[in-house]
């Protein structure tokens, strides 16, 4: 697994020493050879996109960046044997053995409508599904193997499904592909074997190429584990040139190695100055595994969903599918109530934001836009609500979704919200609106250093 310090360290110099920039013998673009030079020891090295430029970068991100929230699939023959995506590995199991979980994959035709009209349901605007993942196995119709579900007994392209019924419910397709592979003969050899590389590679380019050609528009390509190469020997820069002539919109994950549009924390929420997804399991599994319990709430994954926004990034949300298609009940269930709140709250997560400066309340999080800071409380305390160290002045407040107005009082130190409902009005996270006379900042550690001490009154 690649790791975000990986891409850090992967410089556009390196990417340029990588494909031997100079020379001509490569269809870079533009923006790489003209690229800026690399800034003196010590200063940050600017990051992605390596093969397109910042300002084409903010143009294609822009629905991304108000969809906000996503949903990943998991889907492969590692359904079949209903133990995680990395059985295979795992446990070791034969390849000869795992490839007959080939003969008992042949789930129900269309099986991705559901998921769509889930997603919607959700509130989700986008979908990321595994078209390869490690095990080897594809899902789309390639002339480069005949290890696929078209020619195997599934008999039809579940990518190609997966697209119609994405775009029936207007979602944005993304397509996962991973690197690494568990089958292809080349697949460990490539890192020693320079013959073998080339095979590997040009198995790996083509294979991206059918999928950027053959399925129309597609948004998202996300990659995984660039293992057992490094960016320059995957030719990475070649690879990634390739898309975005193929597809000029699309938007291009880290996971070659190469930093391009968007970074991508794994089961957490951490912001970067780079445009961010954090994906994420809603159990300990990303595909289908019968026997994990582990279970988040819905009020978890809208939790998570509001963090991710606060600090204005992007939230991928795993489902696994069982091998017939159909989604286990409990992601059903999570992802129903999340669109219960999302059916009243949605506009919150799907416009854009400042990045938060308000960040300290222990019962709640907080979104910003403009002049307004949303009060998102999870643990309603009651009747009153305050909120500590804030430094501009509040000018209205009422409860998200009613015009009725808040009363409140503002002190140098506490913001106090009075006459509120006993019991929270949402069941989940409810919010308190208020607006002030600029953006609203908080003194995180004013209230400690500032405050008089001493017995006052008692
Ligand atoms: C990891 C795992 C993989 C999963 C991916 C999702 O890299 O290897 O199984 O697909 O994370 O981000």
């Known amino acids: 697994m690649i790791t975000d310090d990986m891409n ?16 001509s013998l490569l269809p870079l673009s533009a923006q790489v050879l003209n690229a800026p030079p690399a800034p003196p020891a010590g200063v940050p090295e600017p990051k992605g996109p390596t093969t397109s430029t910042p300002e084409d970068r903010e143009r294609r991100l822009q629905w991304w960046r108000e969809a906000r929230f996503g949903m990943f699939i998991h889907w492969g023959l590692y359904s079949v044997h209903g133990r995680h995506e990395w059985v295979m ?107 073998a590389r080339r095979r590997f590679v040009d198995y790996i380019h083509g294979q991206v190429r059918e999928l950027c050609t053959n399925y129309g528009k597609v948004d998202i ?32 994950n880290n996971r070659t190695g190469l930093p391009e549009d968007f970074t991508t924390p794994e089961q957490r929420i951490q912001a970067s100055a780079e445009p961010w997804e954090s994906c994420m399991t809603m159990n300990d599994s990303w595909g289908y595994q019968k026997a994990d319990d582990n279970w988040k709430t819905s009020k ?8 991710c926004t606060r600090d204005n990034g992007n939230y991928l949300l795993n489902i696994g599918p069982k091998p017939d298609g159909s989604i286990p009940a409990e992601s059903v269930n999570i992802l129903t109530g999340v669109g219960r709140w999302m059916d009243t709250h949605a506009e919150l997560i799907h416009a854009p934001v ?34 500590g160290g804030l430094k501009t002045k509040a000018v209205s407040a009422k409860l998200y979704g009613s015009s009725t107005p808040v009363k409140f009082d503002q002190d140098d130190f506490r913001l106090r919200f009075t006459g509120l409902p006993a019991t929270a009005p ?18 995180n550690i004013g209230v400690r250093r500032n405050r008089k001490r001493g017995l006052v009154g008692v």
């Open 89 to 195: 590995e795992n446990e070791g199991i034969p390849i000869a053995e795992y490839e007959q979980g080939a003969k008992r994959f042949n789930p129900e035709p269309n099986a991705a409508r559901a998921w769509a009209k889930l997603a919607k349901t959700a509130g989700m605007k986008y979908m990321v599904m595994t078209t390869k993942h490690h095990e080897g196995f594809c899902l789309f119709d390639s002339k480069l193997t005949n290890y696929t579900a078209p020619r195997t007994a599934c008999g039809r392209d579940l990518v190609q499904e997966y697209v119609d019924a994405a775009r029936a419910e207007g979602m944005r397709v993304g397509f996962y592909y991973s690197l690494m592979d568990w089958h292809h003969p080349d697949g460990a050899l490539a890192a020693t074997d320079e013959a």
């Open 426 to 443: 949402n069941p989940m996270i409810s919010v308190l609106e208020v607006e002030f006379d600029a953006p609203p900042e908080q003194d």
């Open 221 to 252: 390509l996300w990659y995984d584990v660039n293992w057992p190469l490094k960016p320059d020997t995957w030719e990475a820069v070649k690879l990634n040139t390739m898309v975005r002539k193929l597809q000029p919109d699309i938007l291009i």
């Open 354 to 387: 400042s990045v938060c400066k308000v960040k300290r309340g222990q019962f709640s999080d907080f979104i910003e836009r403009g002049n307004k800071l949303y009060i998102m409380i999870q643990f309603w305390p009651g009747s009153e609500v305050s909120i």
């Open 8 to 23: 850090n360290r992967f410089t556009r110099r390196a990417a340029m020493q990588a494909i031997g920039a100079g020379t």
């Open 300 to 307: 978890n994954i809208v939790r998570n969903l509001i963090r």
